[in-house]
């Protein structure tokens, strides 16, 4: 390659912008699994996908994801050249996503349970919301309200956002998966959606299970991204 040819070829690929995929990771509790999901979601499109990859601690309270980000480092792991993880707390959270979609092929959003306006702005800019919850009747109990200001935000989301509830912590060895897999599916009025809350949660087929890998993650760079890898193949196919 000439370097006039060289000097082109660069100057092409430094003025391509992307459009990026933004995931919200979101409910409207604490303590449902979203920092987890919302790290192997971000490493999974960094390191599977090779995507430049924005990680953004939206939790108004804990920001758990960045403080994740910050023991990684401290404790020497290699963070990912192409993920950068970000706090942002703030209402204006979705004029700032639109101001990142051109520098990031993937956004994940880490939405904490403690704002519900931070919630409704992130899934305005969404192209995908997941909504972890545990097989416990106190994390369903949640749903119906996240999913009701998810779909106030979807009015102003101009990007066509799709919404799935996704079963975390689930233990094969009890009965409480496959039972709050039959409540999600087949909600009794007033527990799901819909004009007459009995309509069905979209509940994503890929299960995350309890296992020590992901108990254990806080802190790490986790290479193991198996069920994740899964999920967002299933989800975005």
Known sequence: MS????????AAAAASTWDAFVIV???LKGGTGKTTSAWFIALYYAVVLGLPTLLLDADATSQSAYDWFKVAQATGFEIPANLVVERYPFDDI??????KRAEFGAIVVDAGGGSARIFHEAVTEANLLLVPVAPTKIERRKLVATFDEAERAAA??????TAHVVMVKADDRTSLPSRAKEQLLEPVEGEGIGPDRDEAFPLA???IHSWVHYMEAFGEIPTELSEYANLMKELTA
């Open 94 to 99: 979705a004029e700032y996503i639109r101001t």
């Open 205 to 207: 087929e890929t299960t």
């Open 156 to 161: 102003r989301n101009e990007h066509g956002v």
């Open 3 to 10: 370097e006039n040819t060289r000097t082109k070829t660069l």
């Open 25 to 27: 990771v979101g409910m």
